[in-house]
């Protein structure tokens, strides 16, 4: 039967339909805009919008499974109106047109940020509390609302289950990820300053495997944090550079220095149209919890996350394939620069 994914050509969408399409199962992807990442797979592309509850009840026609994918992603604490519009009320419209065409099981993409992450002494895991309060930024709070909706869609016979990964970072990043810039932006020496502090980074590949068990295995109902590795942005820059061959900047600032300068940066970005990387909302993040605990996943459905340099190596040498990174010279052919 038919597997439908939302979001097909996002970072995690790009990556769950290869590996659904190399189990041979017949996939339709649920487009929007951009189709980039999808290109000239073997898969069915319709385009909708999640906003759209007929264009959601069309592209979930005869299908089995739908994995829904599409969100919006925001590093600001102004967003909440599309905050709300895309990863709420979308979410809402998922769910009902599961139940309208008999959906048999719904695979749902939250996130990590959905829930409360104090106490820091104290390992996160599934039973925390969402980040429902305002204090959370937009983004955080949307998601946490999105999983309330999944789970109105379970109390009315809908058989669905919550994925939570970390950090996102992984091959086939089209667009880029927030992340994956900041890769690009370390690997070709175009991040001057680093910051402390990190966060809990997993593999794209090994959280397609997660949900793709999940979605075989687990009770209805069922939720899985799907966490990797805690890595500074220090040891990230490091080893991009060990990677690379490219110098990493030895200028770091601590979190709190980065505070202040973060509404400069901002206005920066603007007048330059490009996206700040870093944000009160990003700073806040690399405070988050260190100990993100996937031991349920582990335990139930045989998870287990590969080591973080791997990830990274096979991420900068997509992004080199992909013609998004180019070395220098020097680096290439081993001469001084």
Known sequence: MTVVITGASG????????ALIDKGRP????????????EGLDTEIVRGDIRDPDSLCRAFDGADIVYHLAACISLSMNDWPVMESVNVLGTRNVVE???RTGIRRLVHFSSIHAMVQEP???????????AESRRYPPYDRS???????VRWGIEKGLDAVIINPTAIIGPHDYQPSHFGEALLSLAQRRLPVLVTGGFDWVDVRDVVAGAMQAEEMAPA???????GHWVSMRDIAAMVAEITGVPATRFIVPLWLAHIGAPFIQAVSHLNRKRPLYTGVSLRALRSNRRISHDRASRELGYRPRPFRETLTDTLRWFEENGQFTRPVSV?????G
């Open 120 to 130: 820091m002494s104290v390992p996160v895991d599934e039973s925390r509390p969402p």
């Open 221 to 227: 109902g069922a939720k899985y944090l799907l966490s």
């Open 11 to 18: 970072h995690i969408g790009a990556n769950l339909v290869r």
């Open 97 to 99: 047109a599961c139940l």
């Open 143 to 149: 998601k946490a609302a999105a999983e309330t909706e």
């Open 27 to 38: 996939t339709r992807c649920l487009v929007h805009v951009n189709c980039e990442a999808i």
């Open 332 to 336: 290439k052919t081993g001469e001084s």
